[in-house]
């Protein structure tokens, strides 16, 4: 059975929680990093170098990376319905992989760390004000992407949609001011309809 490694409340572990979910894969998740430890057990190093989470072990197969995860199981495990074997239609999803890792982590994180898990005396809010900024700006580069189409995938959910659609909801979550991005707030609604979405990660902020 698929193992995964992980904290329920880590960004990259819902990441691939939710597209086992979709794609209703039977698993085991054992929790780790943060306050399970487990992350830094020689036996947990042998299997992630990195000590972070998440991993997964499927069938011989052990990986670490949360997007390169979601594209083995939706690969494996998906075909035509999370994963495009077009590689077109794929191409034009899996950018949004890289985007969300490339522009939408690093402020989401500057978000959590103050905002979630840190007490008000010790938040940085020169560092809350310009996170919001960063993100107000490049979740406007995905509401655009959706006057077009109702996922960032195209017609159907896939695996565009999975890294910023598990970021995004702390965008809607937290107390912070955001600019009217309709197509943006559409598109989430539309994914917290979703069982897997909403059993994975719409969690408490933690
Ligand atoms: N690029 C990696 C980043 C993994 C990562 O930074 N994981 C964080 C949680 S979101 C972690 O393991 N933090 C240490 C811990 O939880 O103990 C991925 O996408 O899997």
Redesign the pocket.
Same mark, same amino acid.
């Given at each position: 059975m698929l193992r995964i490694w992980g904290?329920e409340n880590? #960004? %990259?572990?819902k990441k691939v929680l939710w597209c086992a979910e979709e794609l209703e894969l039977a698993y085991e998740r054992i929790p780790a990093?943060?306050r399970h430890g487990v992350?830094d057990d020689p036996a947990y190093r042998a299997l992630n170098p990195n000590g972070?989470?998440?991993t997964i072990e499927d069938d011989g197969l052990v990986l670490?990376? #949360? %997007?390169a995860i979601v594209r083995y199981l939706a690969a494996r495990y998906g075909d035509g319905v999370l994963w495009q074997s077009d590689p077109v239609r794929r191409a034009g999803a899996d950018r949004w992989m890289d985007f969300s890792?490339s522009s939408l982590a690093a402020p989401y994180r500057d978000l959590m760390v103050n905002l979630v898990r840190s007490p008000p005396e010790k938040r940085d809010m020169r560092v809350v004000e310009a996170a919001v900024a960063r993100l107000g700006q490049m979740l406007g580069h995905v509401d655009a992407a959706l006057a077009d189409q109702p996922y960032l995938s195209g017609e159907a959910l896939g695996i565009g949609d999975i890294p910023a659609g598990t970021l995004v909801q702390a965008w809607f979550a937290l107390p912070i001011e955001r600019p009217e991005l309709s197509r943006l707030a559409g598109w989430f609604a539309r994914l917290s309809e979703r069982p897997a979405y909403r059993k994975a990660v719409l969690i408490p902020l933690t």
């Open positions: 904290r880590s #960004s %990259n572990v990093g943060g992350v972070l989470v998440p670490w990376e #949360s %997007n890792n």
